[in-house]
């Protein structure tokens, strides 16, 4: 999943008699980022894409920055509706994120018990201030890896299990070390002239190692190249529309054309499914004599800290609702009075040992909010309710240096990674057509004897102009009557076999 942003054209008027400027497109489009400028309208699209097919599974849109927490929740509907169609456990569903969900916040809404299997960039760099990531960094790397074409050498260092929030979840967390020559990195944060990358995963660590889990995220579960193709083949982005139902119609038109391209494709030239080796077997490998075996093991701190409940601020003398107020949920968020959940955005580690997190809401749900003045004891403010709670800790344990860590199975199996050409499948297609004939032909209508043929009416200024007609009218004028001829789409040069499959009606030439 990755969100895909496109502006919108702002117009300029002069501060004149004129009457208040409006862009055309309000309804679709709203403030957002896109890196350049600061004025940019832009309309967000989250995208859902099969890794194995390339084929789209789902489209949402949203005006400015989009909301990514809901369209992250409606995706994951999307996949276990896929799922349960297709008999599949949900645990055996790998989901790729983009970097924009790679905090503690909208994790928790997916490392459900029985949620399908995660692999995201993390952007939660404070995570490297623990004790427990601290002293896995100052112990030998589990492994080294170099990029083929670039060159780049990274050191990769894995970390079990790492508490996202004081109360949890859990959660696999990579980390990726490399030189680094500039003063600020564009991924990554930059500590003692080192780049760090950061990584969250669920999958297990005897079946994918740290390599694994790199490679799977950079180079087989990227579709960003899809995304390039889609964009130059078919033009999902263009606005056609000045209502958000008509622009989303014509993103979902066009993915569903392009999975209809790729099925079209694979029927005319069936081709078997590629299988790569991705991880090969560690049972079967011999072992050379003078080759060191290398025991990846996880490093485990030396002091285990549990920490007690939040400590919260003592109510203000405004008499407005006080940290104690916002209930405390398992997943590590916090619910206000309101409802409206508060999600974890900075953990500090205090001198004294203890941990001050920081939580804030959105600022959608404070603006419209009933009990906004009582809470933030000013309706006028532009900023979301914040919280802070401290964590103190209870007691401390230290391991016996003696207990030997479980062992870990080594992979009986290879992993293997299976996918079809995506390329090649529309190229053929596109081909075919180019060298066919197709006919467009509207089926000719009976009429009565002695009826007379009705005349086109003629339309007045304020019917002609679209701004003027209410939705059922347009519907009305657009829609296709039941007397209407039908249309016949004939495409010379097809197989038989070919119409068949997709019920098509077969016409032998003469």
Request: one cysteine or more; glycine letters at 6%.
């Amino acid at each position: 999943m990755e969100p895909d942003r496109q502006p919108g054209n702002v117009p300029f008027l002069p501060h004149l008699t004129c009457p208040p400027f409006h862009r055309r497109f309000d309804q679709v489009c709203a403030p957002g980022h896109l890196g350049r400028k600061r004025r940019e309208v832009v309309r967000t699209r989250t995208t859902v894409l099969q890794a194995h097919t390339h084929q789209w599974l789902a489209s949402f849109g949203n005006a400015g920055n989009g909301d990514y927490r809901g369209e992250l929740l409606r995706a994951r509907e999307v996949i276990s509706t896929y799922a349960t169609r297709l008999a599949l456990p949900l645990s055996h569903v790998l989901v790729r994120l983009d970097g924009l969900y790679g905090n503690a916040a909208p994790l928790a809404d997916l490392l459900a018990p029985g949620g399908p299997g995660v692999v995201v960039r993390g952007k939660d760099y404070h995570l490297l201030d623990l004790p427990a990531v601290s002293a896995r960094l100052q112990l030998p790397p589990d492994q080294q890896t170099r990029h083929p074409e670039s060159g780049t050498g990274r050191a990769l260092y894995d970390c079990p299990n790492i508490a996202l929030t004081p109360t949890g979840p859990g959660v696999r967390m990579l980390l990726t070390a490399r030189q680094g020559a500039d003063s600020s990195p564009s991924i990554g944060t930059l500590r003692h002239g080192t780049v760090y990358e950061q990584f969250f995963t669920t999958v297990p660590p005897n079946a994918f190692t740290p390599a694994d889990v790199l490679d799977l995220y950079l180079h087989r579960g990227s579709f960003e190249t899809v995304l390039a193709d889609e964009d130059q083949e078919q033009d999902p982005d263009r606005w056609v529309s000045h209502w958000p139902c008509g622009q989303e119609f014509w993103q979902i038109l066009s993915q569903w054309i392009w999975n209809l391209r790729l099925e079209f494709g694979q029927q005319m030239a069936a081709t078997s499914m590629r299988l790569t080796k991705f991880a090969s077997s560690q049972i079967d490998e011999p072992v050379k004599a003078d080759e060191p075996v290398k025991v990846s093991e996880s490093a485990k701190a030396d002091e285990l800290v549990s920490y007690g409940p939040p400590q919260w601020a003592r109510r203000s003398w405004t008499s407005g609702f006080a940290g104690a107020d916002f209930a405390l949920q398992p997943d590590g968020t916090l619910r206000c009075p309101a409802a409206h959940p508060l999600y974890p955005q900075e953990r500090r580690g205090e001198r004294d040992g203890s941990v001050r997190v920081l939580y804030a809401a959105r600022i959608g749900h404070c603006r419209s909010c009933p009990l906004r003045a009582q809470c933030q004891e000013n309706s006028t403010t532009m900023k979301p309710r914040r919280v802070s709670a401290v964590f103190w800790p209870l007691t401390s344990t230290t391991s016996p240096p003696d207990e030997p860590l479980p062992e870990q199975p080594a992979p009986s199996r290879p992993v293997l990674w299976g996918d079809w050409e995506r390329c090649q499948l529309r190229r053929h297609w596109f081909s075919l057509l180019r060298t066919q004939t197709v006919l467009l032909t509207f089926g000719s209508v009976q009429h009565v004897a002695g009826e007379e043929v009705p005349r086109p009416d003629v339309l007045t200024r304020a019917q002609r102009a679209h701004w003027r007609l209410s939705w059922e009218q347009r519907l009305a004028r657009n829609a296709r009557l039941a007397t209407s001829p039908p249309l016949e789409v004939t495409i010379h040069g097809l197989p038989v076999s070919f119409a068949h499959v997709f019920g098509f009606d077969v016409v032998m030439a003469a």
